[in-house]
């Protein structure tokens, strides 16, 4: 299994980034996907979820309206539409897919919001 994120940076707050994570070695198509992030000093957490056929999302409360989660299955590729940047959404943003009853992340892509 390999996830690779992408399209992280520097970003003014209120501006917007679109994260992408490119997925390999497992069938991408069946699988929910997960983005979460962490920012400095702090756990983990979820940002957003998909099924596997992206008919169904969720958000974590602080994300939802500003943040829209979207899958390729035909490019085997997970997005993040982050708008409307706050600071606070400044962190290093991974992308998650359980399989085969383990958790598998990529490295990860930061993203920093600040003037």
């Known amino acids: 299994v390999q996830l690779v994120e992408s399209g992280g940076g520097l970003v003014e707050p209120g501006g917007s980034l679109r994260l992408s994570c490119a997925a390999s070695?497992?069938?991408?198509?069946?699988?929910?996907m997960r983005w979460y992030r962490q920012a400095p000093g702090k756990e983990r957490e979820l940002v957003a979820g998909?099924?596997?056929?992206?008919?169904?999302?969720n958000y974590a409360d602080s994300m939802k309206g500003r943040f829209t989660i979207s899958r390729d299955n035909a490019k085997n590729t997970l997005y993040l539409q982050m708008n409307s940047l706050k600071p606070e959404d400044t962190a290093v943003y991974y992308c998650?897919?359980?399989?085969?009853?383990?958790?598998?992340w990529g490295k990860g892509t930061l993203v920093t919001v600040s003037s």
């Open positions: 998909i099924s596997s056929a992206g008919g169904s999302t």
């Open positions: 070695g497992f069938g991408f198509s069946i699988y929910p």
């Open positions: 998650n897919v359980y399989f085969k009853e383990m958790d598998y």
